[in-house]
């Protein structure tokens, strides 16, 4: 059984920092500013709160952090399992976490994992990271207002997850509870949860690890990059799997902790500290590649995990402490970063330091963050989306102290921000928006046009648009070019799931409709941009609609919207053949409002005769084929 020794530890060690509490605001507002005020006096003191000694100097942190041997990780996820979990959850597994191991064993799991932490594979990341940071800012740009942390930070950085392990979102939940259970258990290593909180945090951990477990088998032979299918089939020379099932889905439960709430957390801290130094955030919006400095800054000043802890393996000596073998040392992230003879002007917060990855939040040696790539990634993205978009968020209350009470890592739970929605407009007139979605259905609408659907991949919600709108289509060609083509959307717009467009196969093809007819399936990526409209249905009571070919894309959506309003309306809708004359069946319903002209049948219609019949005051729409 795994023990936690909590009531062995010894509480009279000596020097102590009379006024230090990782409970006071004083803390959770700055912890490198309440740390400041002991460092000078008392570089390293007993907390016997914690049953453990803080080190709070640059150059005893990094002697720390950099030998293994006597300073042990493995006190880190020395957490009680409960008996009736031991079935199913080993208490020896616990001990297994990435953070609470050493060497071998941390090293062979922390080789396997690193390969779904690739700095270049982070990188590929960043276009699908930005694209969710602007459908978040869609759904809330509207309101005013909103919690930064829970509906936007950590909104990003949870669905960043679901897509580095690509999970779908019907495991949103679980990765969120998941999230807030291992952050309670890995706490409970340094103070004991008091029941009923810990029976239902491990009823809810043991089930969720369970949930992961099957996830993995069935991705054993798997050939793709997500994180779990790179953990799952990793193999030794002997042909066996590297890691054990419970092992790999224990380290994706630690994953989503750090890989969420950590980066959440720096992004959240990031929109007050830009707010305190508004010169900052001028540069950052006028130099847009200053964002990674702007994230960095906020880490240094303010690490997410304000601690870090090791057990001395054998008696040692920091800044003239003497120190027993056995006891727990916190290494001070926060106040190594801000120490003085290391770095100038430690409290200011300046995103032109010349070395701005000069700092600790990561920590260091073979504990290194395995999930910096992905932090310095979409942290940067986070924030430069979330202030081109809104440039006057601020906080609604720069002191607001909400925190769960967690020493070694004070997770923040709100941060009410607002902004003035006049934003949301000068955004769109200065940007032409592009969207990644994936064709849902393709149905051959005529002999020579295709209805293509799209939408997106998880059929989040589309940016709504108005009949008449219109979409550009991004078409590879087969020498490499990428063509842009406009298409009429034809779909309903009370539809926020799907666009549809119908594209005529060009005899002349310069490559776009040719593309489009040979590439665009279900399951094709696209690239589109935000719906734009030059084509406005006027209000009127009566309508008169011309359509030649594909042309009537568009006014599917406009009759659709005379019909709702109960207006009197007429389609006269012309075309070659009758199988080439798309969405017939479509049109079919409205019985004698349709009036069809297949050339081979009836001739061409008489246009003149049409606009001069007796009487006409109806507001006319006419549509040829798109260009």
């Not at 309903?492 to 196969?505: E, Q």
């Amino acid at each position: 059984m795994t023990t936690t020794d909590h009531d062995v530890r010894p509480v009279d060690r000596c020097p102590v920092a009379h006024g230090f509490d990782v409970t006071s605001d004083d803390y959770y507002r700055d912890p490198a500013g309440h740390l400041a005020q002991f460092r000078e006096q008392t570089p390293v003191f007993w907390y016997a709160p914690l049953h453990a000694w803080v080190a709070t100097t640059k150059e005893d942190c990094l002697e720390v952090l950099s030998d293994w041997q006597t300073y042990s990780s493995a006190a880190n996820s020395a957490a009680e399992v409960p008996e009736r979990h031991h079935a199913a959850y080993p208490p020896e597994l616990v001990a297994k976490m990435i953070v609470g191991m050493d060497p071998p064993h941390h090293t062979r799991s922390r080789t396997v994992a690193q390969r779904g932490f690739m700095k270049d594979r982070m990188e590929r990341l960043q276009p699908e990271i930005e694209a969710r940071a602007h459908r978040i800012i869609d759904g809330l740009e509207h309101h005013g207002q909103a919690n930064l942390l829970e509906e936007y930070s950590l909104e990003l950085t949870t669905q960043t997850l679901m897509a580095l392990l690509d999970l779908d979102y019907e495991y949103d939940g679980l990765l969120r509870g998941l999230r807030d259970d291992l952050f309670q258990v890995l706490s409970s290593a340094h103070a004991p949860m008091e029941e009923p909180t810990k029976s239902r945090v491990w009823d809810r951990f043991v089930e969720s690890n369970l949930v992961l477990r099957d996830i993995i088998e069935q991705r054993r032979e798997s050939d793709a990059d997500d994180l779990i299918s790179v953990m799952a089939s990793a193999k030794e020379e002997d042909g066996s799997y590297s890691l054990p099932t419970e092992l790999i889905a224990l380290h994706i439960a630690e994953f989503s902790a750090a890989g969420t709430d950590t980066t959440a957390q720096a992004m959240t801290n990031a929109v007050l500290f830009l707010t305190q130094h508004p010169q900052a955030l001028d540069d950052a919006l006028a130099e847009p590649e200053l964002w990674p400095n702007v994230f960095e800054e906020t880490v240094r000043r303010r690490p997410s995990s304000t601690f870090t802890s090791r057990k001395a393996t054998r008696p040692v000596t920091l800044s003239g402490v003497d120190i027993p073998e056995g006891d727990m040392i916190f290494v001070a992230l926060a106040s190594a970063n801000t120490d003085p003879l290391h770095v100038a002007n430690p409290f200011d917060f300046d995103i032109h330091r010349p070395n701005p990855t000069d700092h600790l939040a990561f920590t260091a040696g073979r504990h290194t963050c395995l999930g910096n790539p992905l932090a310095r990634v979409q942290g940067p993205t986070g924030l430069r989306v979330l202030f081109e978009r809104l440039p006057s968020l601020r906080p609604d209350h720069l002191e607001q102290v909400d925190f769960l009470e967690m020493p070694l890592l004070p997770i923040r739970r709100s941060l009410q921000v607002s902004w003035d929605v006049d934003d949301v407009q000068r955004y769109s007139a200065r940007t032409v928006r592009t969207l990644n979605l994936e064709v849902s259905q393709r149905i051959e609408a005529s002999d020579t046009v295709a209805a293509i659907s799209l939408g997106h991949p998880d059929s989040g919600q589309l940016p709504r648009w108005k009949a008449g709108a219109h979409i550009d289509v991004h078409v590879a060609t087969e020498d490499g070019r990428e063509l842009v083509r406009q298409y009429s959307l034809s779909s309903d717009p009370d539809d926020d799931r799907v666009y549809r467009i119908g594209v005529l196969l060009e005899e002349d093809s310069r490559g776009g409709s040719a593309g489009i007819h040979k590439h665009l399936h279900p399951g094709a990526a696209v690239t589109v941009s935000w719906p734009r409209n030059n084509f406005r249905v006027a209000t009127a009571q009566e309508y008169l609609f011309i359509a030649g070919g594909v042309g009537v894309t568009p006014l599917l959506a406009m009759i659709r919207q005379a019909e709702g309003e109960g207006a009197n309306w007429q389609l006269h809708y012309a075309g070659r053949t009758r199988s080439t004359m798309a969405f017939l069946d479509e049109l079919e319903p409205y019985g004698d409002k349709v009036h069809l002209y297949p050339q081979d049948e009836i001739g061409r219609l008489d246009m003149e005769q049409l606009l001069a019949e007796p009487g006409r005051t109806a507001s006319c729409m006419r549509a040829a084929p798109n260009p």
